[in-house]
């Protein structure tokens, strides 16, 4: 069975960085997409950022710039380097991976909604 562990977050003050890891067991970088959601204080799952199995990377509108995602596929994980934190970045952090998860959208940050989830690392951006 397909395990997805997160980890890397932590506390900082605003304009500082974090490196969360995403690391999937059984990992195919060419079958799988790989999808990072936050879900921040009284707000839904909210798409970070996506993976395709194909290579192509997107970012919400709200973290492009900031945010970078890489990959190691001899390691099976996925990092997301997150420079120039905002307060509003405050938010459990998870990571996802499921064949075409770039196309589907996530409601409760769990696999309820679709594929392998980790349980999530909190990021907690302080002013």
């Known amino acids: 069975d397909v395990q997805v562990v997160e980890s890397g977050g932590g506390s900082v003050q605003a304009g500082g960085s974090l490196r969360l890891s995403c690391t999937i067991s059984?990992?195919?970088?060419?079958?799988?997409?790989v999808v990072w959601y936050r879900r921040t204080p009284g707000s839904e799952c909210e798409l970070v950022s996506s993976?395709?199995?194909?290579?192509?990377?997107n970012y919400a509108d709200s973290v492009k710039g900031r945010f970078a995602v890489s990959i190691d596929n001899a390691k099976g994980t996925v990092y997301l380097q997150m420079n120039s934190l905002k307060p509003d970045d405050t938010g459990v952090y998870y990571c996802?991976?499921?064949?075409?998860?770039?196309?589907?959208?996530?409601?409760?940050?769990?696999?309820?909604?679709?594929?392998?989830w980790g349980q999530g690392t909190q990021v907690t951006v302080s002013s």
């Open positions: 996802a991976a499921e064949t075409r998860a770039a196309l589907m959208v996530a409601r409760t940050c769990s696999s309820d909604d679709f594929g392998y």
């Open positions: 059984d990992f195919k970088y060419y079958e799988f997409d």
């Open positions: 993976l395709t199995a194909n290579g192509r990377i």
